[in-house]
């Protein structure tokens, strides 16, 4: 008789991701993503950091300087188009997990890239403008997303 105590696809990848995330040097915000085909296999993983080249030393992780170069958000590159970049296949009707519900800018790249469905964890941003942005575009391009409220796979550090 086989176990009966294993976890769903969606704890599976989504404990991917987040095993992702914890990749991330990043002190405020770790996220993670992991792209999966629909033969249920694993294409693409990413977390978010610094470009490649660009010393996790020498740029900031700071979120609050008045200085728009002296934060992180014009240096750090998304878990998203991570995992996009360095996906090995086609990304055609995949589904993407991921820790935080992508902003605009990756929703973009999430529908260019073929990306069918998204499966979040957080979506500490609902409401903003970049979250209302982002819902809109994935609502007219037809991608699905839905919220896995929680795994039973404990992962931490």
Not at 65 to 71: D, G, H, K, V
Not at 93 to 101: A, E, P
């Amino acid at each position: 008789m086989k176990s009966n105590n294993y976890i769903s696809w969606d704890e599976y990848f989504m404990g991917v991701a987040l095993l992702s995330s914890l990749r991330s040097k990043d002190p405020n915000t770790k996220v993670g993503a992991c792209i999966v085909n629909q033969k249920k296999r694993i294409v693409g993983i990413g977390y978010n950091g610094f470009p490649y080249g660009c010393s996790d030393d020498k740029f900031p992780w700071i979120n609050n300087s008045p200085e728009f170069l002296e934060n992180k958000y014009p240096y750090v590159v998304h878990a998203e188009p991570n995992a996009i970049l360095n996906s090995n296949s086609s990304l055609e009707n995949c589904t993407l997990y991921v820790s935080l519900f992508p902003c605009n800018e990756c929703a973009k790249l999430i529908i260019q890239s073929g990306i069918k469905e998204i499966v979040y964890m957080d979506d500490k941003y609902d409401g903003t403008p970049s979250d209302q942005a982002s819902k809109r575009m994935l609502d007219a391009a037809q991608v699905k997303y839905r919220k896995l409220d929680k795994i039973n796979v404990s992962i931490t550090k």
